[in-house]
């Protein structure tokens, strides 16, 4: 499943994969909006499963129907794969390759889940005609992104506000949408899908996780480089925000709640 398309950069990296907060999302936790819909038998994509946390949940929903996860980072895959191995969840395969032009057949799929990868994707409504696709007739779209300026930090973190104005620049220079939630119901419905349904949970994230995570990213060589060469921020800046990150996560009140939005879709 390799093509000779250039990649679109996935802006939080894969530096410590197994570290960035993903492996701690599983499906009763992420997408128990979708299990419901799930039934044995069903054949079931997930684009962009990262460390196959969620997809593992899927699986077990849908055995002895068959998972596929279609992955663009090989350090994901191979972190999913040998977690499916060590689960004995025998259903469910990760395959790398590029979710926005599959090697699949229309209507081969009876639902297409997505967590967080619309954000991620310079033409998301691109993606969703790819899985509108390769969706049976009746199938279920079901998608999860995030709204970053709609997550919570009570009392205040340096997470929020402008903080990391710099980081959702680059992001968005990468073609990303760090505010994708925003107008994931309506590219739903552009993307060809009816009978739609959204709905929108918060999950809380423990600060010490986010200051095992952040500043790595923020500090990256590659990552000061186009921040400071696109006059986002300058080097100074970074390090002091790095810094505030690791010494909010030692405060005792400090919360971080990230806000999750989905929306699920039927192909006519
Ligand atoms: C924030 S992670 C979410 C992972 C997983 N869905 C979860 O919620 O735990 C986004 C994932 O999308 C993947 N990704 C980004 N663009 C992709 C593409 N075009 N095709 C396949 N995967 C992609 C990234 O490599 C990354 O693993």
Known sequence: MTNERKA????????NPAFAGLNERSAQSHANWLLPHLKPGMRVLDAG???????????EAVAPGKVTGVEIGQPYVELANSAALEAGIANVEFLQGDAL???????????VFSFAVLE?????????????????????IAVGSSAVSWHAYPPQSPLGGEGLD???????????????????PQLVRQAG?????????YVSSDPAQQAA?????????????????????TAEKI??????????????????????????????
């Open 8 to 15: 679109p950069v996935y802006t939080h990296g894969y530096k």
């Open 49 to 59: 499963p990262g460390p196959g946390t969620i997809t593992l949940g899927i699986a």
């Open 101 to 111: 032009h599959l090697d699949y057949d229309d209507s081969t799929f009876d639902v």
């Open 120 to 140: 991620h994707i310079p033409n998301p409504i691109q993606a969703l005609k790819e899985w509108h696709r390769v969706l049976k007739s009746g199938g279920i």
């Open 166 to 184: 710099f980081y959702m620049k680059v992001w968005e220079q990468n073609g990303g949408h760090p505010d994708m939630a925003k107008t994931q």
């Open 193 to 201: 899908f009816s009978d739609i349904e959204i709905g929108g949970f």
């Open 213 to 233: 995570t952040w500043p790595d990213r923020i500090r990256e060589p590659d990552f000061v480089r186009q921040a400071v060469d696109s006059g986002f921020a």
């Open 239 to 268: 390090e002091t925000i790095a810094q505030d990150i690791e010494a909010w996560a030692d405060n005792p009140d400090a919360w971080y709640l990230l806000a999750w939005f989905w929306a699920l879709g039927r192909k006519p």
